[in-house]
């Protein structure tokens, strides 16, 4: 792997840049493998860099319908923090942000993972409570995290109504100073061509049609370009899991429906931080180009179309205006949606199945960006052993026989 | 021609602006003049302004490159006053007024002298895409220093500061036909529609309605097309069904042809909207527009070709050179140089030599062009070049020549040598890219065609794209094609409507020899060793960076797009997007249709927040909802809480004195005040907030069953019990009572914020899953106003005002009865949310003030004290009585509560949630129950929300065993005390507890029962 260092650019300058390597190759299908992962966003990458780096298992191929990371990896609002309400998704979440921490070296890839810190407002006395829960929950974890009355948000984003004139007051807020926003592409690209590096094998354009499955252990896959043999198989394809399941005659509490972000023009840097407000629902930050970036809330109903109904955007901006109303006169430059595959307690699935051998790692919802490299890391491990990995575990298909869910919703709002 | 001293490049005569009015305008701190009619970009071209803005990656000077939409550079900031700002307004489409305030977005000290293009002089090379990627990561802890520098150099325009003075509004609209572009296509397909009978709505984004007919060298009938638009326009405005929108884009295709129109109404007038006969108007408007069918007649946009310094001051696309002289009477330069690959762009030249300025010459990259218009041009005495294109642009701040060669399309070289030719202005024209962005909005997936060079549209059904938004491009035949499409699409919506060719104007025939399919023109020099060749101007993306991701393996023109920025601009690459393409097809050996189609997202132009917002927001972004007795809280001095959309008192300051004068009771004073009352005397709650639902029917009783844990078979008429209803994963949703009314009539209650919800969850279970049952569910939540009176007193209060019987025997703890109080029909019901006794008066709303204000009068004796949900919340906890999502969260179950009484597992129907509490997880031990805690100190309040663990020196990370849930200090037991969820709490009554807190102290409690006052139950039934 050609590595990149500031010092690499100088010297790539003076040969005009002619010649910069490859930072994937683009292998023909081989018949078989040791390990085939399904899906080429973040969470797939990340495990086969993984399978690869940390149990030197490199005869992997990661199967991608289209282009790398181009489903909600490519989509999503990039919100990273680890400050979950309940110890089993602290874990995981705090899992990846750990990983965050060292990735850009990690990958030789700079992934700017930017921690500008999280704010979730509270608006209400209800808000605030379960504010203060999960900041002192967190605290027991090892999670980094602060209560901030009104004052306190108002003086980290001075440009923000914290009035009582609002028409439902910031109270106040959970402070995350690690948490932050880092840059999707670079995210699968760092992992691509890390993986790639180590031997993996990323094929684009690349759909699985069908399994092959013999007496409750999986053979391996049907594409579009033809069949590969493997005995065990990753699924990490978020919002078309349910569709894959089923093609394994598996039904997964996962419910697909679009959800929505947009962007403004590029505007010189007006905000530091990210804001997230469950109450008057609407999210925002602003990127490293200027744009401010604004996530919307999922739409109602169920559907493969990657676009939302208009009526979400116009919410999100209701309440981001009335967040910020000096943004009133700033203009939304573009909208789109991605597919989030949503579980019934806002958890994600993680887990082994009745078909010996494929495994599926899905339902990350609205939220899965953050986990990427924790996702990753323990899928990995898991597929490797054959056992779900201790921080997996939990994350079981199981539970929703067992009923032991780990209800997300009403302690961590927007899970984004 | 002659011209103007003060506006050197405006020309004497011509174009559609008004001479005899000028507008003053300042650019950068500099004033200047022009005309109505005048774009801001038309008048600075007019006042010979170049620079008018600094590139973002790269600070180099740009100028004027379009006249419309697709300007990627004159994005400047507008605005007089701070409040006013708007960022990264195209000058090309703000139309000028007097007064305007305007500058570049980039460049510092000013867009001339800035001095960051010497980090884009110096710095470029270093700066191939996705650079920050491999560079900044050493070392690790500097990042965030490195990203601050990077995120100065962010952005283009910058936010107002204050809030905006303007409202905008919405408007909903339906029509048959919905025609998006008022240029002839467009106009043609209206009127045809219009004739037939559709209710027709024609909306165009420009400041005038006629697109390319504003501008056109070409004849109607033999008249200028002008006359032709004019006739067009008044037939249109005669027929009723027809409504004109000018200055409106069609910004967003959604599902369904639900097109979004933004009107710009008054950013033509000024900075903000002027008021009209006294009244505020809207500064924009948004149409949500429903329509039965939809004509995209959005033209076609003409791609620049490619070479290098292409972007320089001075380098225009050729149909804007064309635009500004014919329709604002401005000649942006002196001296032209034509470079392009079709017939139709020599318009520009022709145009620009009877504008009286000099034609450098025509480079035309076909080898041997045969149009009819090149032989006007030729016949003009203008030179033409042929088989060659302009390789290179020369100059700094204003092209100061061009480079001009032989090359061979196909090889893609230079084959001949450069000859320098001087000039100002070099316009290019690489042919045109159909608009098709709406048309992709609705998930279409354009296809490329070879002849017209172009990617054209597909469409769904009921939309039809028209003219040269589908790739035709000749007058005579787009007006025809416009017609065929408002007949066919009247036909399809049930109109009688046949083309008529004679309406159709004549056109002289023109012959046009075939375009050359060239987009990057190449160099002699390699591209990555060659000069800058622009592909996306806006994001600084050149051939080379794209070139460069191919090389990097980067193949799918996502990937490219995404790897160099290419497209993600404010222009969202009109301009840019299908040269890219090309760009990295010759790199990948591949055709263009082999590397992909280009997608396009909603907006087509940048719309303001403002109008999306429309009126939804400050006072009215969600509705406060008030009681009947609102004023009367206001009036008293109530402090709110928001609870949902409810306004509820809080609790209710009184005056007081102290040691230090007068002033208002604390919270805890007051509320300490309110809770002695209703435990001694008797106080009034104002509960009209909660959810009440009405339910009726000959199986509403059997639908009780099924939604709550508990049994509904037996209850009376007459009679009240309070329900508990379990999600269908036995987690408790909500709670409240419900009275049976009459044998199939009930009136359930629901908590305040849950009152819609509830009504949802039932209408989902019936709905979907017992249709059978005969069962109807209203909300009467606003038409009953509640007020709980409670205390020992409140019988004796309520006697003086009632009908009812309240006797003890009479009317027992759970009844309910109908009668009058002060004079109004009432139901009282002989509930306890307080443990005490007490009474809830329901009234018709609108008689509840008055009920109010006579429970007052008669209570003054008793000292009636209003109590606010802070003190009910000390008075509820006191007696354990819990609040669904406060004590609660999604995962407590009914048993968790210890409210065994309140599930009936021996129903006969399975009710939602019986199945899932009976799963192992459910079922185990150690689950986190309600329990009661006591502060070993009697002083503290617990924080709610604090921590609960057994072993408070265990290290991080410490097993939690639970959580506070409610807190609070008790006047009654002079303590503080709690509820909270502790795992396994129900076992374990009377053992110790640590809170381990923030701030390093440690609580110790003891877990108690959660009744703390009147365990027994006695007060509620006196
Ligand atoms: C608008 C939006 C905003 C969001 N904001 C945030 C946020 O701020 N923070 C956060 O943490 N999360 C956020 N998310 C969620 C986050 O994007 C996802 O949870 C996460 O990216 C999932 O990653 P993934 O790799 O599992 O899925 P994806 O990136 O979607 O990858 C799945 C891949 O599987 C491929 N695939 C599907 N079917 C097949 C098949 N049959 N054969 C081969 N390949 C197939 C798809 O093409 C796709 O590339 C947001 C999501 C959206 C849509």
Redesign the pocket.
């Known amino acids: 792997m050609q590595r990149y260092s500031g010092f690499g650019l100088v010297k790539h300058a003076l040969r005009h840049h002619e010649d910069w390597q490859r930072q994937w190759r683009n292998p023909t299908p081989k018949p078989g493998y040791d390990v085939i992962i399904?899906?080429?966003?973040?969470?797939?990458l990340a495990t086969a860099y993984y399978l690869a780096k940390e149990h030197g298992i490199t005869n992997v191929a990661v199967?991608?319908?289209?282009w790398l990371?181009?489903?909600?990896?490519a989509?999503?609002?990039?919100?990273?923090r680890s400050n979950y309400l309940w110890d089993e998704s602290a874990a995981l979440y705090e899992h990846a942000m750990k990983h965050w921490e060292g990735l850009s070296q990690e990958l030789n890839y700079n992934v700017m993972f930017s921690q500008r810190g999280v704010l979730n407002l509270g608006h209400t006395l209800q808000d605030m409570r379960d504010i203060q829960r999960r900041v002192n929950a967190n605290r027991l974890n090892g999670i980094d995290g602060e209560v901030l009355d009104a004052e306190g948000v108002q003086s980290l984003v001075p440009i923000m109504d914290c009035s009582k004139r609002a028409r439902y007051p910031v109270m106040g807020a959970s402070w995350q100073p690690r948490a932050g926003v880092a840059r999707h592409d670079a995210v699968a690209w760092g992992y691509a061509r890390a993986a790639d590096a180590l031997g993996v094998d990323l094929l684009q354009n690349?759909?699985?049609t069908g399994f092959k499955i013999r007496d409750g252990q999986i053979q391996g896959v049907h594409t579009n370009r033809g069949d590969i043999a493997s005995k065990t198989v990753g699924c990490?394809?978020?919002?078309?899991s349910s569709v894959?399941a089923g093609m394994a005659g598996l039904n997964l509490p996962l419910e697909s429906h679009p959800?929505?972000?947009l962007v403004s023009e590029p505007l010189k840097p007006v905000l530091d931080t990210v804001v997230m407000s469950n109450h008057v629902h609407g999210y925002i930050s602003q990127s490293d180009k200027g744009d401010l970036v604004i996530?919307a809330g999922i739409d109602g109903y169920n559907g493969y179309g990657q676009r939302g109904s208009y009526p979400t955007v116009e919410h999100t901006l209701q309440a981001i205006v009335e967040m910020f109303p000096i943004f009133s006169r700033v203009r939304m430059n573009r909208q789109w949606?991605?597919i989030?595959d949503t579980c019934p307690d806002a958890c994600p699935i993680l887990s082994k199945t009745k078909v010996k051998g494929l495994y599926f790692n899905c339902g990350?919802?609205?939220?899965?960006?953050?986990?990427?490299p924790g996702s990753g890391h323990v899928f990995a491990a898991s597929l490797a052993k054959g056992e779900m990995h201790p921080i997996a575990a939990p994350f079981s298909i199981d539970r929703f026989h067992s009923g032991a869910l780990i209800d997300e919703h009403g302690a961590a709002g927007v899970a984004? | 021609m002659s011209q103007s001293a003060l506006q050197p490049n405006r020309l004497a005569q011509g174009g559609q602006i008004d001479r005899t009015h000028a507008l003053t305008f300042t650019f950068n701190g500099r004033s200047y003049t022009g005309h109505p009619g005048d774009t801001l970009a038309s008048a600075l071209l007019a006042n010979g302004v170049d620079l008018v803005n600094r590139s973002f990656k790269y600070s180099r000077p740009r100028g004027i490159v379009a006249a419309g939409a697709e300007e990627p550079n004159a994005v400047v900031q507008l605005g007089a006053t701070e409040a006013t700002q708007v960022p990264n307004v195209r000058a090309t489409q703000q139309a000028l007024y007097d007064g305007l305030v305007a500058c570049s977005t980039n460049g510092w000290p000013d867009a001339q002298r800035d001095i960051m293009r010497w980090v884009g002089k110096l710095g470029s090379p270093f700066m191939p895409p996705g650079f920050y990627y491999k560079t900044f990561m050493a070392p690790a802890s500097m990042w965030m220093t490195y990203e601050k520098y990077i995120r100065k150099t962010a952005g283009l325009g910058r936010s107002p500061t204050q809030p905006d003075p303007d409202i905008y509004d919405h408007m909903h609209r339906h029509c048959d036909l919905l025609v998006v572009g008022a240029g002839p296509a467009g106009l043609s397909a209206a009127l045809a529609a219009a004739r037939a009978g559709a209710r027709v709505i024609l909306a165009d984004e420009q400041e005038a309605m006629g697109g390319s007919l504003l501008d056109t060298r070409e004849t109607l009938d033999d008249q200028p097309a002008a006359q032709w638009l004019k006739t067009t326009l008044a037939a249109l405005v005669e027929h009723d069904n027809v409504t004109l929108l000018p200055r409106t884009t069609a910004h967003g295709y959604h599902d369904h042809h639900f097109v979004t129109l933004h009107e710009r109404r008054t950013e033509h007038l000024g900075d903000s909207a002027p008021s009209q006969a006294g009244h505020r108007q809207s500064r924009s408007r948004l149409h949500r527009v429903r329509a039965g069918q939809v004509i995209l007649a959005t033209g076609a946009h003409e791609r620049p070709l490619v070479y290098a310094n292409n972007d320089v001051p001075g380098n225009l696309l050729a149909g804007a050179v064309s635009t500004y002289i014919r329709r604002y009477g401005v000649v942006p330069g002196q001296k032209l140089v034509l470079s392009t690959s079709n017939d139709h762009a020599y318009r520009a030249a022709l145009d620009w030599q009877e504008a009286g300025r000099e034609v450098a010459a025509i480079v035309d990259a076909r080898t041997a062009p045969e149009g009819d218009l090149v032989a006007q041009a030729k016949a003009a005495g203008i030179r033409v070049i042929t088989g060659s294109a302009v390789i290179e642009a020369k100059g700094a701040q204003r092209v100061s020549a061009a480079r001009v060669a032989a090359i061979d399309v196909d090889a893609f070289t230079v084959t001949g040598k450069v000859e320098t030719l001087e000039c100002d202005t070099i316009a290019s024209s690489g042919g045109y890219s159909p608009v098709i962005h709406l048309a992709s909005h609705t998930g279409a997936r354009p296809v490329w065609s070879d002849d017209i060079i172009g990617f054209v549209p597909t469409t769904v059904a009921g939309v039809t794209a028209t003219g040269g938004a589908h790739g035709v491009y000749p007058l005579g035949e787009v007006l025809a094609d416009g017609v065929e499409a408002g007949v066919n699409a009247a036909t399809a919506l049930g109109f009688a409507a046949t083309v008529n060719d004679a309406d159709l104007p004549r056109v002289a025939p023109r012959h046009e020899g075939p375009a050359c399919a060239l987009f990057q023109v190449p160099h002699e020099k390699a591209t990555l060793r060659a000069p800058k060749q622009f592909v996306d101007l806006q994001n600084d993306v050149t051939a080379g960076a794209i070139e460069v991701a191919t090389l990097e393996g980067f193949e799918s023109i996502e990937h490219v797009k995404r790897y160099t920025a290419m497209g993600f601009g404010t222009d969202q690459g009109k301009l840019g997007n299908i040269n890219g393409m090309a760009v990295a097809a010759r790199c990948l050996g591949q055709s263009i249709p082999e590397t992909g189609t280009t997608v396009f997202r909603p907006n087509y132009t940048p719309v303001t927040f403002g109008a999306v917002v429309g009126r939804h927001c400050r006072e009215l972004f969600d509705p406060e909802r008030y009681t009947p007795m609102q004023a009367w809280h206001v009036a008293q001095g109530a402090e709110f809480e928001d609870v949902g959309q409810w306004k509820r008192p809080w609790y209710y300051p009184q005056k007081r004195r102290t040691s230090e004068g007068e002033g208002l009771e604390t919270m805890a004073e007051a509320v300490a005040r309110e809770c002695r009352a209703v435990r001694e005397g008797v106080g009034i709650l104002d509960a009209s907030t909660l959810g009440k639902i009405d339910i009726q029917g000959a199986d509403a009783r059997e639908f009780l069953g099924r939604i709550y844990t508990n049994k509904w078979q037996k209850l009376a008429p007459g009679r009240v019990r309070y329900g508990l209803m379990c999600g269908d994963d036995g987690m408790v949703m909500d709670d409240g009572t419900t009275s049976c009314l009459a044998e199939n009539h009930f009136l359930m209650t629901t908590t305040t914020g849950n009152a819609a919800p509830v009504l949802e969850w039932l209408e989902l279970w019936h709905q979907t899953e017992w249709p059978e049952l005969e069962v109807y569910f209203n909300s009467v939540t606003d038409h009953w106003a509640t007020m709980t009176v409670t205390g020992p007193e409140a019988r004796k209060l309520l006697t003086e005002l009632t009908d009812i019987d309240l006797d003890r025997e009479a009317f027992k703890f759970m009844d309910w009865r109908e009668g009058h109080v002060a004079g109004v029909p009432a139901r009282v019901f002989r509930i306890s949310f307080t443990g005490e006794l007490a009474f809830e008066i329901n009234v018709q709303a609108h008689y509840a003030m008055h009920v109010w204000e006579a429970l007052f009068a008669h209570g003054d004796k008793y000292n009636l004290t209003p109590y606010g949900t802070e003190t009910m919340h000390v008075l509820r906890a006191e007696k354990g009585f819990i609040i669904v999502g406060q004590d609660t969260d999604g995962s407590v179950t009914p048993e968790d509560l210890g409210m065994y009484w309140a599930i009936g597992y021996d129903k006969p129907f399975p009710w939602v949630g019986k199945r899932a509490l009976t799963r192992s997880d459910t079922r185990r031990e150690g689950r986190k129950h309600l329990v009661g805690l006591k502060p070993k100190d009697a002083s503290v309040v617990l924080e709610e929300g604090a921590p609960i663990v057994f072993d408070p020196k265990h290290a991080i990370p410490m097993p939690m065993a639970g959580h506070v849930t409610s807190s609070y200090y008790s006047p009654t037991l002079e303590s503080g005390f709690a509820l909270a969820v502790v795992k396994g709490g129900h076992q374990r009554l009377g053992e110790s507890v640590y809170l381990p807190m923030a701030d390093g102290r440690v609580h110790e409690a003891e877990i108690v029962g959660t009744q703390f006052v009147d365990p027994k139950g006695e007060r509620q039934h006196v």
């Open positions: 399904v899906g080429g966003g973040g969470h797939g199967l991608e319908k289209g990371g181009g489903g909600n990896t989509r999503n609002t990039t919100i990273v690349t759909e699985v990490v394809t978020a919002g078309n894959l959800l929505q972000a996530g949606g991605g989030v990350w919802g609205t939220g899965g960006f953050k986990a990427t984004h």
